[in-house]
């Protein structure tokens, strides 16, 4: 085992040792890239979905940016997404020189308010970007219907959400793209790597080009337009297998500690925890705090203690070159700002032990206990 320098992590991994003899096993054939292990990957993967394919990838990031040279949005063109989310789901529109449209949040899930989308809707609009974050779930027959009545193609940002369903029908099979990461803090990994699946064959084979520089699937060698090596390792492909038979047991015991964290860290007046829909997929576990500066003492206390946290997410539209580009300013999206000065991920993974959670829960106790000694000390002061 490797040392970190953390005494509870944030996130971790688990691999068991199958899921070991399955990359070790293709590490001695002679295959490493574009091979039948990818192939068997995006087969059980789109099974999974219900989406007819899959299509592997190096990454969620590239995957998502697939998605939008695939469907063409360009310079001129907009969509429609959270300033809420990891960085990486807006980005992806840059990359093409589309221009992404933020629209606030709704403060109890965290995701997109769809009473505001239609509003910011222009001529430009050409697509819906939705992120199901922290592993929370949008009403997606919502967002179809509100792609369809204007005539807008959907990408749905299922990266953190791997596993859940809206309806009964699996996040990632509503948009006419949908696109999961498997980085190693997400519920399932390849290391690093991600799928976009469909279930239209056009947009299938198409993607199946773009992957892999371009090349046309003719055979002839000739490269059909201009693509990327954006190819998932037999490696990877391997490991992501292995992981995706055993999601439906990891995704267990997350629900287990999730439960447990809510369970132990409940009646704290200062604290939110936010409430666990049955749909979701347990992703991340957010503790918030009425006050920006609460949150900020917390992980300072936390970080004292070897507990390792993280703040999930800066509003991407106050990042330096978002607001250079685009003319943000603080106050743009108050409810994605106010939830990034007060949210806080804790360690949450497969394996965390009971022990380590009452660990945390005790530290935030504390942090809180001292937060509230020095408040009062400063009204008895003044
Ligand atoms: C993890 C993640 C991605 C993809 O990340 P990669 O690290 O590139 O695999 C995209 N969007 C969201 C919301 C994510 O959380």
Not at 146 to 158: F, K, Y
Not at 205 to 211: A, D, P, S
């Amino acid at each position: 085992m490797t040392s970190s320098p953390w005494r509870i992590p944030l996130s971790r991994p688990q691999v068991d040792e199958e899921a070991v003899q399955e990359v070790a096993s293709v590490l001695r054939s002679p295959i490493l890239s574009i091979g039948p292990r990818l192939q068997a990957f995006e087969h059980a993967f789109a099974r999974f979905i219900g989406s007819r394919y899959a299509i592997g990838v190096s990454s969620g990031t590239c995957g998502l940016h697939l998605a939008v040279k695939l469907l063409g949005l360009g310079p001129g063109a907009e969509a429609i997404t959270t300033p809420f989310s990891f960085i990486a789901s807006a980005n992806c529109l840059l990359f093409e020189n589309a221009r992404p449209v933020f629209v606030d949040i709704d403060p109890d899930s965290f995701l997109l308010d769809l009473e505001l989308v239609e509003e910011a809707l222009t001529p430009r609009t050409r697509a819906l970007l939705p992120v199901h974050v922290f592993g929370n779930v949008l009403d997606m027959a919502r967002v179809m219907a509100i792609a369809r009545l204007h005539g807008l193609a959907v990408i749905e940002d299922a990266c953190e959400a791997v596993g859940a369903a809206w309806q009964g029908r699996r996040t990632g099979s509503w948009g006419d793209l949908g696109v999961f990461g498997f980085y190693p803090n997400k519920q399932m990994t390849t290391g690093e790597g991600g799928m976009v699946v469909t279930s239209r064959e056009d947009f299938h084979l198409r993607l199946r080009g773009l992957r892999n520089q371009g090349r046309s699937l003719a055979g002839d060698g000739s490269f059909s337009e201009l693509g990327y090596n954006y190819r998932m390792p037999e490696m990877a492909a391997a490991l992501g297998a292995a992981q995706l038979k055993s999601l439906p047991a990891f995704l267990q015991e997350r629900r287990r500690r999730e439960r447990f964290y809510q369970q132990i860290l409940s009646g704290l007046d200062e604290l939110r925890v936010p409430p666990i829909p049955p749909e979701r997929s347990p992703f991340v576990f957010i503790v918030q705090t009425r006050e920006p500066a609460l949150r900020d003492h917390l992980q300072a206390q936390l970080t004292e203690r070897g507990i390792q946290s993280a703040v999930y997410f800066r509003p991407i539209h106050l990042e330096k070159f978002y607001r250079e580009r685009f003319g943000y300013r603080e106050g743009a999206f108050p409810r994605a700002e106010h939830a990034g000065q007060t949210c806080l991920a804790i360690p949450f993974y497969n394996q965390i032990t009971e022990e380590e959670q009452r660990q945390v829960a005790d530290a935030i106790r504390q942090g809180l206990a001292q937060w509230l000694n020095r408040s009062r000390a400063a009204v008895l002061s003044r």
